[in-house]
């Protein structure tokens, strides 16, 4: 279906705002990860984005920049409390 953590976890009814719709502008949608698998680097846009934003962690990603993909079977991610 190509969507991307942000997207699951929204169908899913989780408090995950994705205000932005998934172009790594907002940060509402970050989430820490509790696993030893990789998921890429942070890309640019994503970087930026959590320079700015609050409770940002070692391990802290834009769920929005992570798409759904068989790498992520058995993942634990947390979702970072709201901005405010
Ligand atoms: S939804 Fe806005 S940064 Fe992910």
């Given at each position: 279906m190509n969507m991307n953590l942000m997207e699951v976890c929204k169908s899913y009814d989780l408090?995950?705002?994705g205000v932005c719709g998934?172009?790594?502008?907002?940060?509402?949608?970050q989430v820490y990860i509790h696993t030893?698998?990789?998921?890429?680097e942070r890309n640019d846009d994503e970087e930026a984005m959590l320079d700015e934003a609050?409770?940002?962690?070692?391990?802290?990603?834009?769920?929005?920049?992570i798409p759904i993909s068989?790498?992520?079977?058995g993942a634990e991610f947390e979702l970072a409390p709201e901005e405010s």
């Open positions: 408090p995950v705002e998934g172009m790594a502008m907002c940060a509402s949608c030893d698998k990789h998921f890429g609050y409770h940002v962690k070692s391990n802290s990603r834009l769920g929005c920049q068989t790498e992520l079977e």
